[in-house]
């Protein structure tokens, strides 16, 4: 069950309001001398904050969102990431603004479908994408730029699962930085 008491229209990113927990999550990530595979834990944090009003006239329902990420192996958190999730009920549109503190932060679009009881959100973003894109420091730019980025979404009641592909350029070679779990409600 959602956890929204506001009297803002979230759409279908009312699935997401709550706090989420997941302990099957799998990362695969570049190593120079080739691929890393990292078992994790997580939590997701996904806040109402109400309506947003651009230009007075796009009308945005928003969530702020905190992804929490630990390897299993040693208990340190390795990905740490928030933004916002906004919808756009006018134009039926998903988006995504992304921060990690790498010094990588991108704007994704969307979309979403239900299907009987599950809710399923996708959005994507790519360097190349005029729409869409992802900007980066100077040293990511040069070192390990993320060409694009795509995450599927799917909630159904209490659980939640996503995957997500993260194309980068990084030692010299384009690598699919992968990361899914599945997550349970618990608040
Ligand atoms: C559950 C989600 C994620 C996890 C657990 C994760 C984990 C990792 C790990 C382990 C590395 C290898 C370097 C290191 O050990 O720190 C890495 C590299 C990287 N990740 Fe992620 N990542 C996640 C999601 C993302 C997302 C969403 C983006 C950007 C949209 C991203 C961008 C990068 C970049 C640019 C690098 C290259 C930096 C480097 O290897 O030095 N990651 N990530």
Do not use: C
């Not at 944090?45 to 905190?66: C, D, K």
């Not at 299907?115 to 190349?128: K, L, N, P, Q, Y």
Request: no cysteine.
């Amino acid at each position: 069950m959602s956890q929204n008491t506001d009297t803002t229209d979230y759409g279908p990113l009312d699935a997401l309001v709550g706090s989420w927990r997941g302990v099957k999550g799998m990362d695969v990530a570049p190593e120079p001398d080739g691929t890393e595979h990292n078992p994790y834990y997580e939590t997701f944090l996904f806040e109402p904050i109400g309506t947003v009003t651009n230009a007075e006239s796009q009308q945005l329902a928003a969530l702020r969102y905190h992804q929490v990420v630990s390897r299993k192996s040693n208990d340190r958190v390795f990905h740490n990431e928030t933004g916002y999730w906004m919808w756009d009920a006018e134009q039926g549109l998903i988006m995504q603004t992304l921060t990690i503190p790498r010094g990588v932060s991108l704007v994704a679009g969307g979309s979403h479908t239900e299907t009987g009881d599950t809710m399923e959100i996708r959005v994507h973003a790519a360097a190349s994408d005029a729409n869409w894109p992802i900007v980066e420091s100077p040293f990511m730019r040069d070192n390990a730029t993320t060409v694009s980025f795509h995450r599927t979404i799917r909630v159904a009641g209490d659980l939640m699962s996503y995957e997500e592909t993260t194309v980068l350029d990084i030692y010299g070679k384009r690598f699919d930085h992968t990361d899914q779990n599945t997550l349970n409600r618990v608040v």
